[in-house]
RNA sequence: UCCCCGGUAGCUCAGCUGGUUAGAGCGGGUGACUGUUAAUCACUAGGUCGUUGGUUCGAGUCCGACCCGGGGAGCCA
């Protein structure tokens, strides 16, 4: 907004233009885009604008009697760039409080050919603006989202703040494979068409930009850690990277992740923050975003306000893994996955416990060893871990922690177990040596979340730029 | 990666068991009308029916391959 010179009035954002935060009377600049126009041949016309501060947009009353209304002011149509100076008026007609009297309109761009621009001010397939992903921010649906996106990262922060942890900017580039699983990115500028090689005839990643293999992050998790053991209190927060070749509604090779560690803490620590946490950052949301939630509401998931509410209002079901398998065993129910002792529980699995059997978010805690990872607590039983995930309806595992394995002598077994090379994981193993402490920490994928919050179906639709198997444009 | 479904105008879709010039709504243009609200009405322009082989007198429609998209599953957050 550095067009302003100072002959004109103040920028007044749309959101404060609704807001009333405008005196009638006053003059103001308002800048933004044009989302439709209508033409009234009793000398006027009405231009809706909207900036992106809120999901309404402003009118402006603009009267033929100015100078470029002929030339300029009828050619505007839907994704038109203009500033205006006008005086903020009562609304004489339905619909709005108030509207803006146009001075003038300083038409910035025009949109280049209106018959193919592709926001329309109608109902997109998202499908369609997926493909479009560089002008979707404009429809309301991606304002709102865009703005939800931003208030839950702030209400995230501002959980943790409050509660004295240290955001800690673990690396994006790194060296181990975080967890033993799952396909990572490689990270190289060696020449892919003429690689180096060793005299044993293998890839000399000597030679590469680390002198070493080098991948994107899966997980901040065990870098964290090394925090958590220093400042007691600590979560990362930032971008995270799987090169599964998963195609669904719920993964993304890029997305961003949540994991707080903390020190001193045990499961039962762990599942209590992670209720704080999650009835938090919805009750924030609700608060600050009233208004886009009402949309969500409104169009896309008729519960996305009431589900929150109750998320909030109501504790947690906490159920030992256990106690969900038998569950699952009494239910009658025909599953595609036979249920028992040991197995992991599948989608499907989840979806009864939350949406049938609770019809509430769930924290399933202490599975079995074997489907867990490495770094887990071995509870006393030997057979389970002090793993838990918190399942929501709609959406699954939502968030998946554990109390991680402290004692030195039990993490160099489960690691033997799981085949990881101790060498690789020394200065993790070092965080047992030198002052070892109980800790525990979780995993939240930012965008489930905001699947959650919103009620949109796909995970594609709550970032901004989503990025999927054979699928990386923009 | 597996299983389903789909790809027709700028967008959302219709097009029945293959049959002549491929339709509608919205959006665009033109005009009428109106302090309008995704305005309304009339007229108008706009399509190599995903690509490529094949079957057929004839293919948007049937078959094969491929590409792309969606839903579900696995993996997970």
Same mark, same amino acid.
């Given at each position: 907004?550095?067009?302003?010179?100072?002959?004109?009035?103040?920028?007044?954002?749309?959101?404060?233009?609704?807001?009333?935060?405008?005196?009638?009377?006053?003059?103001?600049?308002?800048?933004?885009?044009?989302?439709?126009?209508?033409?009234?041949?009793?000398?006027?016309?009405?231009?809706?604008? @909207?900036?992106?501060?809120?999901?309404?947009? =402003?009118?402006?009353? &603009?009267? /033929? %009697?100015?100078?470029?209304?002929?030339? #300029?002011?009828?050619?505007?149509?839907?994704?038109?760039?203009?500033?205006?100076?006008?005086?903020?008026?009562?609304?004489?007609?339905?619909?709005?409080?108030?509207?803006?009297?146009?001075?003038?309109?300083?038409?910035?761009?025009?949109?280049?050919?209106?018959?193919?621009?592709?926001?329309?001010?109608?109902?997109?397939?998202?499908?369609?603006?997926?493909?479009?992903?560089?002008?979707?921010?404009?429809? @309301?649906?991606?304002?709102?989202?865009?703005? =939800?996106?931003?208030? &839950?990262? /702030? %209400?995230?922060?501002?959980?943790?703040? #409050?509660?004295g942890y240290c955001w800690v900017n673990t690396p994006i580039?790194?060296?181990?494979?975080?967890?033993?699983?799952?396909?990572?990115?490689?990270?190289?500028?060696?020449?892919?068409?003429?690689?180096?090689?060793?005299?044993?005839?293998?890839?000399?990643?000597?030679?590469?930009?680390?002198?070493?293999?080098?991948?994107?992050?899966?997980?901040?998790?065990?870098?964290?850690?090394?925090?958590?053991?220093?400042?007691?209190?600590?979560?990362?927060?930032?971008?995270?990277?799987?090169?599964?070749?998963?195609?669904?509604?719920?993964?993304?090779?890029?997305?961003?992740?949540?994991?707080?560690?903390?020190?001193?803490?045990?499961?039962?620590?762990?599942?209590?923050?992670?209720?704080?946490?999650?009835?938090?950052?919805?009750?924030?949301?609700?608060?600050?975003?009233a208004e886009d939630m009402a949309f969500f509401a409104d169009?896309?998931?008729?519960?996305?306000?009431?589900?929150?509410?109750?998320?909030?209002?109501?504790?947690?079901?906490?159920?030992?893994?256990?106690?969900?398998?038998?569950?699952?065993?009494?239910?009658?129910?025909?599953?595609?996955?036979?249920?028992?002792?040991?197995?992991?529980?599948?989608?499907?699995?989840?979806?009864?416990?939350?949406?049938?059997?609770?019809?509430?978010?769930?924290?399933?805690?202490?599975?079995?060893?074997?489907?867990?990872?490495?770094?887990?607590?071995?509870?006393?039983?030997?057979?389970?871990?002090?793993?838990?995930?918190?399942?929501?309806?709609?959406?699954?595992?939502?968030?998946?922690?554990?109390?991680?394995?402290?004692?030195?002598?039990?993490?160099?077994?489960?690691?033997?177990?799981?085949?990881?090379?101790?060498?690789?994981?020394?200065?993790?193993?070092?965080?047992?040596?030198?002052?070892?402490?109980?800790?525990?920490?979780?995993?939240?994928?930012?965008?489930?979340?905001?699947?959650?919050?919103?009620?949109?179906?796909?995970?594609?639709?709550?970032?901004?730029?989503?990025?999927?198997?054979?699928?990386?444009?923009?």
């Amino acid at each position: 907004m550095s067009t302003q010179s100072s002959a004109l009035p103040p920028v007044a954002s749309v959101k404060a233009l609704l807001a009333n935060e405008h005196a009638q009377g006053s003059d103001v600049l308002v800048q933004g885009w044009v989302r439709t126009r209508r033409d009234s041949k009793a000398g006027f016309s009405f231009v809706h604008l @909207n900036d992106g501060s809120c999901l309404n947009n =402003i009118q402006l009353v &603009a009267d /033929q %009697a100015l100078p470029n209304y002929q030339n #300029e002011i009828l050619k505007l149509t839907s994704g038109s760039s203009i500033q205006c100076v006008g005086t903020v008026v009562e609304s004489k007609g339905k619909g709005q409080s108030v509207e803006i009297q146009v001075k003038t309109i300083e038409v910035m761009g025009l949109v280049e050919d209106p018959d193919t621009y592709p926001i329309q001010p109608k109902q997109h397939s998202y499908e369609f603006l997926r493909s479009v992903a560089h002008l979707r921010p404009r429809t @309301n649906t991606f304002g709102a989202v865009t703005r =939800i996106r931003h208030a &839950a990262a /702030q %209400a995230i922060h501002r959980f943790f703040d #409050e509660q004295g942890y240290c955001w800690v900017n673990t690396p994006i580039i790194t060296a181990s494979d975080a967890e033993g699983a799952g396909q990572l990115f490689r990270v190289s500028t060696l020449d892919l068409a003429n690689l180096p090689k060793t005299d044993s005839g293998h890839i000399d990643f000597a030679q590469d930009f680390f002198g070493q293999e080098t991948f994107l992050t899966v997980s901040g998790q065990l870098n964290v850690e090394a925090f958590c053991l220093a400042m007691s209190k600590v979560y990362t927060f930032g971008p995270t990277f799987r090169a599964e070749n998963s195609n669904t509604s719920r993964h993304l090779a890029e997305f961003w992740m949540v994991e707080p560690e903390v020190a001193f803490a045990d499961l039962n620590d762990l599942a209590h923050l992670a209720e704080q946490f999650l009835k938090s950052v919805f009750s924030d949301v609700l608060t600050h975003c009233a208004e886009d939630m009402a949309f969500f509401a409104d169009r896309i998931e008729p519960e996305a306000i009431t589900r929150l509410e109750k998320v909030i209002e109501s504790p947690f079901i906490r159920m030992d893994y256990g106690e969900a398998i038998k569950i699952l065993e009494a239910s009658g129910q025909k599953f595609e996955y036979p249920v028992s002792w040991g197995t992991d529980l599948q989608t499907e699995h989840e979806r009864f416990l939350t949406e049938v059997h609770c019809k509430a978010p769930v924290v399933v805690v202490n599975y079995p060893d074997a489907i867990k990872a490495f770094y887990m607590r071995l509870n006393d039983d030997n057979e389970t871990v002090a793993a838990m995930d918190v399942l929501a309806p709609g959406i699954g595992e939502i968030i998946g922690g554990s109390q991680r394995e402290e004692r030195l002598d039990v993490l160099q077994k489960r690691m033997a177990h799981h085949g990881l090379d101790a060498e690789t994981y020394r200065w993790f193993l070092d965080l047992r040596r030198y002052g070892t402490v109980p800790h525990a920490g979780f995993g939240l994928g930012f965008e489930r979340l905001l699947n959650y919050i919103t009620g949109l179906g796909n995970i594609r639709d709550v970032i901004p730029y989503p990025r999927t198997p054979k699928s990386a444009p923009f």
